[in-house]
């Protein structure tokens, strides 16, 4: 077996079905961080931070994100239970 590659990550938002990043289109950036985890962002294919788009974000109650890789959860925010 092969080691994953960045064609094996799937994107979920409410507004992308389950998605290979291969398939989206060039301005779809994917990051994470230590204050923001997982992260989905719509470039506009510019380099002005001001100017992208969240598309799904691990903490974002209103744009949930789930992140996969063939299947293997990373990352998966739909549905949190936020009261807990």
């Known amino acids: 077996m092969s ?22 289109p060039f301005n779809v ?3 994470c961080t230590r204050t923001g985890g997982w992260e ?3 470039t506009h294919g510019g ?3 001001f ?3 969240l598309l799904g974000g691990e903490y974002d109650e209103e744009r ?3 992140l996969d890789i ?9 549905g949190v239970d936020k009261s807990a």
């Open 64 to 66: 949930p994100l789930r």
């Open 29 to 31: 950036l994917v990051i």
């Open 3 to 24: 080691k994953p590659s960045y064609h094996d990550l799937h994107i979920t938002t409410k507004d992308i079905k389950r998605t290979s990043i291969f398939d989206l």
């Open 40 to 42: 989905v962002w719509d």
């Open 51 to 53: 100017n992208y788009t």
């Open 70 to 78: 063939n299947g293997e959860t990373i990352v998966d925010s739909f």
């Open 47 to 49: 380099v002005n931070l």
